[in-house]
Structures are given as C-alpha cells and as structure tokens.
C-alpha cells in the first residue's frame, strides 16, 4: 500500500512558479507511473504530467513548456515543476501513482490548491 502527500501549492501571480511536492510513505520505486492531475471547479479531472521508471514523460498541451515532472525514487518524491503560471492552471491538483506505465495508477493523494491570480 503507497498513501501519496502532496505538499506545495498556494496562491501565486501570473507569471510566477510553484513546485509541488508528491511524497510517498512507501517506495515509489515499484510504481511505473507516476503522474499529475488537476481538476478545476465545474471541470472534469485532467491529466497534467505523468512520467514512468524508464524515464518516458507525457504532458497535457496546455502545459507543455511551463511544466516538468520529475521524481526521486531514492526519496520516495515526485515533483511538479509550474512556471509562467495562468489563471486557468488555478485548480486542486493530485498525485497518483500506478504499477502500470500506461493508465490512471490506483492511488491518489488528497490533493494541493494551486491558485494563479490575474
């Protein structure tokens, strides 16, 4: 069993960065996929960044370029790296993290608020 903590998110201008923080309380090693998502108010929840063990990362088009994803499996941490940030990146955003490379992995964490003001 993997319980994920997300940790780094608050209120931030347009234009400035947050680094999201994904702690894990077991190894991390043995999950392919670790990944991002974020669901805004009224929305569906989306995908933002996922990247597996071999090092393969995906992004959402609306992201790519601003944000990167990275983990340390010695540190049982997955990041999220957002710069040049929007009003419409402001959404709750989660961790989640599979065994699988492919597909939505099984555990999720309780979720950070990110908030970019105009």
């Known amino acids: 069993q993997v319980q994920l903590v997300e940790s780094g998110g608050g209120l931030v201008e347009a234009g400035g960065s947050l680094r999201l923080s994904c702690a894990a309380s077991?190894?991390?090693?043995?999950?392919?996929?670790m990944g991002w998502y974020r669901q805004a108010p009224g929305k569906q929840r989306e995908l933002v960044a996922s990247?597996?063990?071999?090092?393969?990362?995906n992004y959402a088009d609306s992201v790519k370029g601003r944000f990167t994803i990275s983990r340390d499996n010695a540190k049982n941490t997955a990041y999220l790296q957002m710069n040049r940030l929007k009003p419409e990146d402001t959404a709750v955003y989660y961790c989640?993290?599979?065994?699988?490379?492919?597909?939505?992995?099984?555990?999720w964490g309780q979720g950070t608020q990110v908030t970019v003001s105009s």
């Open positions: 989640n993290a599979g065994e699988l490379a492919v597909g939505t992995g099984r555990y």
């Open positions: 990247m597996t063990n071999g090092g393969r990362t």
């Open positions: 077991g190894s991390i090693f043995t999950m392919n996929r």
